[in-house]
């Protein structure tokens, strides 16, 4: 890059990254036009409008015009005179697919026949063992093939670059963050000749070269944090997606072999027990809502089929779902024969009913003695609901048949009176227990769908779905249609002194709620509270009368499920919380009570009762109620306390027991996103079983029985009899060192990452669509290299980035940029911009701010100075700092980045709050540098470039800092981190 200095002027701070105009969206793409569009037309269009027929003089199967493309449109939306397919209207999605084909261009692809690329051919014949060709100057066997190609051009390597170059190349290669002023000295001053080697072995040792590398490999796993914002955290998102990340970066930071790393994520379950890997397979993009049920379970077998094929053997099988593969040696038997085994392996515990969004399979992650606590726990859990119920119905048949003489039972009036309603809302009377799967949650329910009170009894604040409860609190969740109280009623009369807080408790969905403090019907305060929002403190005085109560209420807003409303509330000396946390899971305590303030819905029977004791004839409404089946009966005891004392004796052991074991089990147990054998359970994949060909794609018109297997062109065919569902076959085929695509496939994508093209520049598509290897011989000499290391990446690295076409200069001669003008032969070190993750990393690493600390849950506000890998990524959100700057679309495989200059990029830069706080961090972090400001100027030209400013670089800041004194380090700062030195690397 050109050394020049950097051009500030008074009262200007210019931003030399490049701009231009964005760029408009370009034609579909021929995969996606085999994927989406080809079977559409095939299949309702091309009978009239093909090569046979072409009714009304419009052909479909040939690129149309543009006004074509537009008649096109208007007649599959029904929106213009004529209405196709005449029959009736497309799916949605085949309308979209279409109407999105038409208006990029509407350009159709020759479909050549299966077998169109020989299935003998490279690159899927078996990697060969090259051997370097004899070639003037080359240190190296890598060096050798790349220049025996430049000489036959009449050119050679550019110069070695630099060493403070070097440094800042291989830094930001390896590891994504820039080297230390300090490092890049030490550099400098090694004179050894193996300082560069060196050098290379401590970058990859560091825990910064997997976060880097797990980065790249993130963008090929299609990865995301959460699938839509709207679900955040719900049962139905990849919440745990995080813990695969963490494995991934773990995982090359260890140097994991390569086939290992393959076999972990096809089928880590199988192999050692472990579900994380797996959730390679369980983060994928499969339109979760689809009303229909069967479509889901052949979409999600899709982007399984399509993800594994592009990731590890670099080839598009997802194009033969519908038919044989246009271009490639790939056919729809070789699709089928994949997908069933992902058809026999499930990521969904269950389908849900039709309308709603599925819930993602969560499994737990425990060790085996938490295992054997949990199944023991499940056990006592069992025996001690049996062993109350039965106390208790006994309890209550015996209370009835006093109740039949005509008198109440003694101990029943408290549930008497509650049955009646003669005390106001009915109780919430439902123990829940371990809410959320986690130790001491506990709470009441009611009758009516999602009223309850649920009590956190544990000192951390726990996460449920989209909620989180904080440590030791009450919560109360309203019914879809009417509100949830805690009641408290007076013992005597006089004034009490009311203090209450509310808070909504789920602020990632959802639109706030209502409250109100009731005495009895009277409305003493009321308000709402937006949506994450706190209501102010309540302080009042109330007089109350003996036997009156009051309510705290919380009334469901307009999204009712995501009301759930943290509360504090002191009457008098009476505290809510401190009585409810020793009387967890009751619904009744001392002067509380949880109601439901909706109608009291009661059968025939029961309001019989009550009509008959409303009217005076008390006998009649015992006798009555004494008949009611059990689960009606107002005789049916919700406390241990009415149990004769032999009973809760026996009970309070069973608790003790139970206590014990939830203390083996983590309160909040380790979930993971994976995939488990067996098709969806309730489905007709359940268990284990080949499946049949889906003709165009569709699975309600099969054809012949596919036994599971791996694609024929690559020596693959149908897996032996297996007793599971075959992923571990399939990951032991892809990972074998026989496999001709495995290690070719990962040995590129290492290359891409190191020169920004890779030898196949189409790092998932080696196939006929993607483009020609330009150095073969070369890709097959690193294939086997990586082989022979025990599939070590680190070393493949290593002989990389210690090659001399690695460490060559970026500039170009003349006669270079004449013959190669593309760099595709490699005559100079290429030139790149810093991706997403490594230029925001840069800012926080110049300002000083940056915090190493790695792994768990990603992080949401770009404010957060952590490592932009844990950054969450929302498939839904396509805006903010990453898209902005080209980060993976996470909703596809991506085998690499697009690199675009569009103005937003310089103003976020510019205007941003994140990069305007990192600047004057900087400009601090410059003025408390020790010494002179001369010195301070070179000390962050070293901090920023790795190099000290050229003598007119120093003066022009020098002049500058003493025009805008004080307050010119803040400008200088930020027009330095603006530069396009700052944003590239040489």
């Given at each position: 890059?050109?050394?020049?200095?950097?051009?500030?002027?008074?009262?200007?701070?210019?931003?030399?990254?490049?701009?231009?105009?964005?760029?408009?969206p370009?034609?579909?793409?021929?995969?996606?036009?085999?994927?989406?569009?080809?079977?559409v037309?095939?299949?309702?269009?091309?009978?009239?409008?093909?090569?046979?027929?072409?009714l009304?003089g419009?052909?479909?199967?040939?690129?149309?015009?543009?006004?074509?493309?537009?008649?096109?449109?208007?007649?599959?939306?029904?929106?213009?005179a004529?209405?196709?397919p005449?029959?009736?209207?497309?799916?949605?999605?085949?309308?979209?697919?279409?109407?999105?084909?038409?208006?990029?261009?509407?350009?159709?692809?020759?479909?050549?026949?299966?077998?169109?690329?020989?299935?003998?051919?490279?690159?899927?014949?078996?990697?060969?063992?090259?051997?370097?060709p004899?070639?003037?100057?080359?240190?190296?066997?890598?060096?050798?093939?790349?220049?025996?190609?430049?000489?036959?051009?009449?050119?050679?390597?550019?110069?070695?670059?630099?060493?403070?170059?070097?440094?800042?190349?291989?830094s930001?290669?390896?590891?994504?963050?820039?080297?230390?002023?300090?490092?890049?000295?030490?550099?400098?001053?090694?004179?050894?000749?193996?300082?560069?080697?060196?050098?290379?072995?401590?970058?990859?040792?560091?825990?910064?070269?997997?976060?880097?590398?797990?980065?790249?490999?993130?963008?090929?796993?299609?990865?995301?944090?959460?699938?839509?914002?709207?679900?955040?955290?719900?049962?139905?998102?990849i919440?745990?997606?995080?813990?695969?990340?963490?494995?991934?970066?773990?995982?090359?930071?260890?140097?994991?072999?390569?086939?290992?790393?393959?076999?972990?994520?096809?089928?880590?379950?199988?192999?050692?027990?472990?579900?994380?890997?797996?959730?390679?397979?369980?983060?994928?993009?499969?339109?979760?809502?689809?009303?229909?049920?069967?479509?889901?379970?052949?979409?999600?077998?899709?982007?399984?089929?399509?993800?594994?094929?592009?990731?590890?053997?670099?080839?598009?099988?997802?194009?033969?779902?519908?038919?044989?593969?246009?271009?490639?040696?790939?056919?729809?038997?070789?699709?089928?024969?994949?997908a069933?085994?992902?058809?026999?392996?499930?990521?969904?515990?269950?389908?849900?009913?039709?309308?709603?969004?599925?819930?993602?399979?969560?499994?737990?992650?425990?060790?085996?003695?938490?295992?054997?606590?949990?199944?023991?726990?499940?056990?006592?859990?069992?025996?001690?609901?049996?062993?109350?119920?039965?106390?208790?119905?006994?309890?209550?048949?015996?209370?009835?048949?006093?109740?039949?003489?005509?008198?109440?039972?003694?101990?029943?009036?408290?549930?008497?009176?509650?049955?009646?309603?003669?005390?106001?809302?009915?109780?919430?009377?439902?123990?829940?227990q371990?809410?959320?799967?986690?130790?001491?949650?506990?709470?009441?329910?009611?009758?009516?769908?999602?009223?309850?009170?649920?009590?956190?009894?544990?000192?951390?604040?726990?996460?449920?779905?989209?909620?989180?409860?904080?440590?030791?609190?009450?919560?109360?969740?309203?019914s879809?249609?009417?509100?949830?109280?805690?009641?408290?009623?007076?013992?005597?009369?006089?004034?009490?002194?009311?203090?209450?807080?509310?808070a909504?408790?789920?602020?990632?969905?959802?639109?706030?709620?209502?409250?109100?403090?009731?005495?009895?019907?009277?409305?003493?305060?009321?308000?709402?509270?937006?949506?994450?929002?706190?209501?102010?403190?309540?302080?009042?005085?109330?007089?109350?009368?003996?036997?009156?109560?009051?309510?705290?209420?919380?009334?469901?807003?307009?999204?009712y499920s995501?009301?759930?409303?943290?509360?504090?509330?002191?009457?008098?000396?009476d505290?809510?919380?401190?009585?409810?946390?020793?009387?967890?899971?009751?619904?009744?305590?001392?002067?509380?009570?949880?109601?439901?303030?909706?109608?009291?819905?009661?059968?025939?029977?029961?309001?019989?009762?009550?009509?008959?004791?409303?009217?005076?004839?008390?006998?009649?409404?015992?006798?009555l109620?004494?008949?009611?089946?059990?689960?009606?009966?107002?005789?049916?005891?919700?406390?241990?306390?009415?149990?004769?004392?032999?009973?809760?004796?026996?009970?309070?052991?069973?608790?003790?027991?139970?206590t014990?074991?939830?203390?083996?089990?983590?309160?909040?147990?380790?979930?993971?996103?994976?995939?488990?054998?067996?098709?969806?359970?309730?489905?007709?994949?359940?268990?284990?079983?080949?499946?049949?060909?889906?003709?165009?794609?569709?699975?309600?018109?099969?054809?012949?029985?596919?036994?599971?297997?791996?694609?024929?062109?690559?020596?693959?065919?149908?897996?032996?009899?297996?007793?599971?569902?075959?992923?571990?076959?399939?990951?032991?085929?892809?990972?074998?060192?026989?496999?001709?695509?495995?290690?070719?496939?990962?040995?590129?994508?290492?290359?891409?990452?190191?020169?920004?093209?890779?030898?196949?520049?189409?790092?998932?598509?080696?196939?006929k669509?993607?483009?020609?290897?330009?150095?073969?011989?070369?890709?097959?000499?690193?294939?086997?290299?990586?082989?022979?290391?025990?599939?070590?990446?680190?070393?493949?690295?290593?002989?990389?980035?210690?090659?001399?076409?690695?460490?060559?200069?970026?500039?170009?001669?003349?006669?270079?940029?004449?013959?190669?003008?593309?760099?595709?032969?490699?005559?100079?070190?290429?030139?790149?911009?810093?991706?997403?993750?490594?230029?925001?990393?840069?800012l926080?690493?110049?300002?000083?701010?940056l915090?190493?600390?790695?792994?768990?849950?990603?992080?949401?506000?770009?404010?957060?100075?952590?490592?932009?890998?844990?950054?969450?990524?929302?498939?839904?959100?396509?805006?903010?700092f990453?898209?902005?700057?080209?980060?993976?679309?996470?909703?596809?495989?991506?085998?690499?980045?697009?690199?675009?200059?569009?103005?937003?990029?310089?103003?976020?830069?510019?205007?941003?709050?994140?990069?305007?706080?990192?600047?004057?961090?900087?400009?601090?972090?410059?003025?408390?540098?020790?010494?002179?400001?001369?010195?301070?100027?070179?000390?962050?030209?070293?901090?920023?470039?790795?190099?000290?400013?050229?003598?007119?670089?120093?003066?022009?800041?020098?002049?500058?800092?003493?025009?805008?004194?004080?307050?010119?380090?803040e400008?200088?700062?930020?027009?330095?981190?603006?530069?396009?030195?700052?944003c590239?690397?040489?």
């Amino acid at each position: 890059m050109h050394r020049g200095f950097l051009a500030l002027a008074l009262g200007a701070i210019p931003l030399t990254l490049a701009l231009a105009a964005p760029q408009s969206p370009g034609q579909v793409s021929s995969e996606a036009f085999e994927r989406s569009v080809r079977p559409v037309l095939a299949e309702k269009c091309l009978s009239c409008h093909g090569a046979t027929q072409q009714l009304g003089g419009v052909r479909l199967d040939q690129t149309l015009s543009k006004d074509q493309a537009q008649k096109l449109v208007a007649a599959i939306g029904y929106t213009g005179a004529i209405k196709m397919p005449p029959a009736g209207k497309l799916p949605e999605s085949e309308r979209l697919a279409l109407t999105s084909w038409a208006q990029s261009g509407a350009v159709a692809p020759p479909a050549p026949k299966l077998g169109g690329a020989r299935a003998g051919a490279w690159p899927y014949s078996p990697v060969k063992i090259s051997l370097a060709p004899p070639v003037a100057g080359a240190r190296t066997d890598l060096d050798a093939f790349l220049l025996a190609r430049l000489q036959k051009q009449g050119l050679g390597f550019a110069p070695k670059a630099d060493k403070r170059t070097l440094i800042r190349r291989l830094s930001f290669d390896l590891t994504g963050l820039p080297p230390t002023p300090e490092r890049v000295e030490a550099f400098i001053k090694d004179t050894r000749p193996d300082a560069y080697e060196k050098l290379a072995d401590e970058l990859l040792a560091s825990s910064a070269y997997g976060e880097r590398w797990g980065r790249h490999w993130l963008d090929v796993a299609r990865y995301a944090d959460s699938a839509d914002a709207r679900g955040l955290g719900s049962e139905g998102d990849i919440s745990e997606a995080w813990r695969y990340r963490d494995w991934v970066i773990g995982a090359l930071n260890a140097d994991m072999p390569y086939t290992e790393f393959i076999k972990k994520q096809l089928a880590g379950d199988v192999l050692d027990g472990d579900p994380v890997p797996t959730g390679f397979l369980a983060i994928g993009n499969w339109g979760n809502g689809d009303a229909d049920k069967d479509k889901i379970l052949t979409d999600i077998a899709d982007d399984q089929v399509d993800t594994t094929s592009k990731a590890f053997l670099g080839l598009t099988v997802g194009c033969a779902r519908c038919h044989d593969h246009k271009f490639d040696p790939i056919s729809t038997r070789d699709y089928y024969a994949m997908a069933g085994v992902f058809f026999s392996s499930h990521i969904l515990p269950k389908l849900t009913p039709k309308g709603a969004g599925e819930v993602m399979l969560r499994i737990p992650l425990e060790t085996p003695a938490q295992k054997a606590a949990r199944e023991k726990l499940a056990v006592v859990e069992k025996q001690l609901t049996d062993e109350r119920t039965a106390a208790r119905k006994a309890v209550a048949q015996a209370w009835a048949r006093e109740a039949a003489q005509g008198k109440i039972p003694t101990g029943s009036e408290r549930r008497w009176q509650e049955f009646l309603a003669l005390d106001g809302p009915p109780t919430l009377r439902t123990t829940m227990q371990r809410v959320g799967d986690i130790a001491g949650i506990e709470g009441v329910k009611g009758d009516k769908p999602a009223v309850s009170a649920t009590v956190n009894t544990t000192n951390q604040a726990q996460r449920i779905l989209t909620f989180t409860l904080p440590p030791r609190s009450v919560n109360l969740h309203p019914s879809p249609n009417a509100g949830v109280a805690a009641v408290w009623k007076a013992e005597r009369t006089g004034t009490v002194a009311v203090e209450a807080t509310l808070a909504d408790a789920d602020p990632a969905c959802g639109d706030g709620f209502a409250w109100e403090l009731r005495q009895d019907e009277k409305v003493l305060a009321s308000g709402k509270v937006a949506n994450g929002g706190t209501a102010p403190p309540l302080k009042r005085e109330v007089s109350v009368k003996a036997g009156e109560t009051l309510l705290l209420c919380v009334l469901p807003g307009g999204e009712y499920s995501c009301d759930t409303t943290t509360l504090t509330w002191k009457v008098g000396t009476d505290e809510l919380t401190k009585d409810a946390l020793t009387h967890a899971g009751q619904g009744s305590f001392g002067p509380w009570r949880f109601v439901d303030l909706g109608p009291v819905q009661r059968s025939p029977e029961a309001s019989a009762v009550v009509a008959a004791w409303k009217s005076g004839d008390h006998a009649k409404a015992l006798t009555l109620a004494a008949t009611l089946p059990l689960e009606q009966s107002p005789f049916l005891p919700d406390s241990d306390s009415q149990l004769s004392a032999a009973t809760q004796t026996q009970l309070a052991a069973l608790e003790r027991e139970r206590t014990a074991l939830q203390a083996q089990i983590p309160a909040v147990p380790q979930i993971a996103n994976g995939i488990a054998e067996g098709g969806v359970p309730g489905t007709p994949h359940e268990g284990v079983h080949d499946v049949k060909v889906h003709k165009r794609g569709r699975y309600d018109n099969l054809g012949e029985l596919v036994p599971r297997g791996a694609p024929v062109v690559l020596g693959g065919g149908p897996f032996k009899p297996t007793t599971g569902s075959g992923r571990r076959e399939l990951a032991e085929w892809i990972a074998s060192d026989k496999n001709p695509m495995t290690a070719r496939v990962i040995a590129n994508r290492l290359w891409q990452g190191h020169f920004g093209r890779g030898i196949v520049a189409t790092p998932s598509n080696f196939g006929k669509l993607g483009e020609k290897a330009t150095h073969p011989e070369l890709l097959d000499y690193l294939a086997r290299e990586l082989v022979q290391s025990g599939w070590s990446l680190k070393a493949l690295h290593k002989r990389i980035v210690t090659s001399d076409a690695y460490q060559q200069s970026s500039v170009p001669s003349a006669r270079a940029l004449a013959k190669d003008p593309d760099n595709k032969l490699l005559s100079r070190a290429p030139r790149r911009r810093l991706e997403a993750e490594a230029l925001r990393d840069a800012l926080l690493s110049a300002s000083g701010k940056l915090d190493r600390t790695p792994g768990g849950l990603a992080y949401r506000d770009i404010a957060t100075p952590r490592r932009t890998v844990y950054a969450m990524t929302i498939r839904s959100d396509r805006t903010g700092f990453g898209p902005l700057f080209d980060s993976a679309d996470p909703t596809n495989s991506a085998e690499k980045r697009t690199v675009s200059t569009v103005a937003p990029q310089a103003l976020y830069l510019l205007n941003s709050p994140f990069a305007l706080e990192q600047a004057q961090a900087l400009a601090a972090r410059l003025k408390a540098h020790p010494g002179t400001d001369s010195e301070r100027i070179v000390y962050a030209y070293k901090l920023l470039y790795s190099r000290p400013p050229s003598p007119k670089e120093l003066a022009l800041g020098q002049s500058f800092l003493a025009k805008l004194t004080p307050d010119g380090w803040e400008a200088y700062a930020q027009a330095l981190l603006c530069a396009n030195e700052f944003c590239y690397v040489d």
